[in-house]
């Protein structure tokens, strides 16, 4: 179905659409969409595979981001290269029925992981290309200035097949040092950047200017992305509106993790807890690109999931309390198109494109953002790669 609830058809040939329009000629396979609304997928733009569905291993007792930290880098020292591709292979095949078709995963790299996530999540990235697209972030979760050898982890994973780089300032003695650290390895392998910054409730310190400055000296507007940032969720009407200009400046993008900031923020208060997430609408009305993103699925950071954008996209909208088509809409875009554009890849459905194409049934994209409604089918490259069938009633 278009955009303007027309029935259309999607001609697919060598993987590519080659026509849409109604009634379509043709002599090949036919799926009925049965009406439902067709987009290109959604698009992770911030998960980590290689530290998902360890509850088990991780006891919550304070659900704060110190203990998160802390319990994690216990449990990823006995990680093997066998446990994190049985776990990531099962979290992408939820996220493959949950209409996914893109994803950019972080995969720690320091002493305690050494290469073994590492080497797991290339291999699930090639066994699993037949139906979604991951691209990997070396990341350097414990800090770098406290622990020298990580950044030459950091480069043999550039050089091993990780696509970009990335850091975590808040864990950092000298978080100024770390940003400069990150950036150079960016530039030695010419490779996209993707922080997770100012991750607290207090509106000052910021390390947003030292990532917008660093981002803006080497020239790498568009190539920058901040994950978190809910110190923004804080800062008065004036200091968010400075902070926005200062990223749109910069081309930095923002991916807001509603699950996890939610969950492990504001925990200090005994009513009235803030809600810890960052003011993705304020961003975007700045000229920020804003994307709305996974995290983490099961595990202390975010002990829930289902690796559904669909009900991420829901939870964003209902804590931001919007509530109009257009910001529906809008809302539909931080986990599709502008989610795309920050991980810098084609996406769309028009005529020469590739055919990655999702069917939810729903009228519209902003109906399916109100209802979380269900993923019914998915093609990668023209290749169907998942049915969900429709759910039936037997009426007596």
């Not at 073994?116 to 200035?145: H, K, M, N, P």
């Not at 992305?225 to 008065?236: D, P, Q, R, W």
């Not at 400075?242 to 807001?256: P, S």
Request: proline share 5%; charged share 20%.
């Amino acid at each position: 179905m278009g955009a303007d609830s027309t029935p259309v058809d999607i001609a697919i040939a060598g993987g590519k659409i080659a026509e849409i329009g109604p009634l379509i000629a043709h002599s090949g396979p036919i799926q009925d969409g049965q009406g439902m609304f067709a987009f290109g997928g959604f698009v992770e733009s911030h998960i980590h595979l290689d530290k998902a569905m360890i509850l088990d291993r991780c006891p919550i007792c304070e659900g704060t981001l110190c203990e998160a930290i802390a319990l994690t880098a216990k449990a990823k020292a006995g990680f093997t290269e066998a446990d994190v591709y049985l776990r990531a292979s099962q979290v992408v095949e939820k996220a493959i029925l949950q209409g996914t078709t893109r994803m950019r995963s972080f995969v720690e790299v320091d002493p305690r992981a050494g290469f073994r996530s590492l080497d797991a999540l290339l291999r699930v990235g090639r066994d699993y290309a037949w139906a979604i697209d991951i691209e990997l972030c070396a990341f350097a979760q414990e800090g770098i200035t406290n622990e020298p050898e990580t950044a030459d982890m950091l480069a043999q994973a550039l050089e091993k097949g990780a696509h970009l780089v990335g850091g975590c300032p808040y864990t950092d003695p000298d978080p100024q040092a770390h940003v400069e650290a990150i950036f150079e390895l960016a530039l030695r392998y010419d490779v996209d950047v993707d922080f997770h910054a100012d991750f607290d409730l207090d509106p000052d310190n910021s390390i947003l200017p030292k990532i917008a400055a660093e981002t803006i000296r080497h020239g790498y507007q568009g190539r920058v992305s901040v994950g978190h940032v809910t110190k923004l969720a804080a800062m008065t009407p004036e200091a968010l509106k400075t902070a926005a200009g200062l990223l749109a400046e910069a081309g930095i993008a923002v991916t807001i993790l509603p699950a996890t900031d939610l969950f492990l923020t504001g925990r200090g208060l005994q009513r009235l807890a803030p809600r810890g997430v960052a003011p993705g609408s304020v961003l975007s009305a700045h000229g920020v690109l804003v994307s709305l993103a996974s995290n983490n699925i099961l595990n202390p950071f975010t002990p829930f999931g289902d690796c559904s954008l669909a009900r991420i996209a829901n939870l964003y909208a209902n804590v931001a309390h919007l509530a109009r088509d257009v910001d529906m809409e809008q809302v539909f875009s931080m986990v599709t198109a502008n989610a795309a554009l920050q991980l810098r890849v084609p996406y769309g459905i028009s005529v020469g494109s590739i055919a990655d194409i999702v069917l939810i049934d729903a009228q519209s994209a902003s109906d399916a953002m109100r209802s979380i409604a269900p993923v019914a089918a998915g093609w990668k490259r023209g290749r169907k790669t998942f049915e969900r069938p429709r759910a039936k009633l037997y009426r007596p």
